[in-house]
């Protein structure tokens, strides 16, 4: 799948999403789209870290998962691209070992829903912004 580019959105809020299942990715991209978020999508991991590079991401949310790169993966490379991201990882695995549920900021397992996932990352925002 290609990654697609945000639309202009009135949120300044940036966010990475990635999922190797394209219509589960299309689908909360579009949510979070619909929220206000600026979105970046792909199914692909290491297309995910030349996006993480080059643009300045306030949050990512990942899939376990996914071939040639795991989520926990995904998850420290956005991070050593830019401290500052906070990470979700969104996933129906739960068997994710300890020390790779440690790289993220957040676990969210997807049987728990889109509203779990909206308040997490509402959360970690807000949060996030009270810090700064």
């Known amino acids: ?3 697609t580019e945000p639309a202009p959105s009135r949120n300044r809020h940036r966010v990475l999403c990635v999922d190797d299942n394209e219509l589960s990715g299309f689908v909360n991209a579009t949510i979070l789209r ?3 978020y600026e979105v970046w999508t792909c199914s692909d991991p290491l297309q995910a870290t030349s996006i993480a590079k080059s643009e300045e991401l306030d949050l990512a949310v990942l899939d376990y998962e ?10 420290a490379f956005c991070k050593a691209a830019n401290p500052d991201i906070k990470v979700i990882l969104f996933s129906g695995s739960l068997n ?3 020390c790779q549920l440690a790289l993220a900021d957040q676990f969210v397992e997807k049987s728990a829903g889109i509203e ?10 807000t949060n996030s912004n009270n810090a700064t």
């Open 96 to 98: 994710i070992p300890t």
């Open 34 to 36: 619909n929220e206000g």
């Open 1 to 3: 799948m290609i990654a």
């Open 116 to 125: 779990v996932l909206l308040m997490a990352i509402d959360a970690l925002l």
């Open 66 to 75: 996914m071939p040639k790169m795991n989520g926990a993966e995904l998850a």
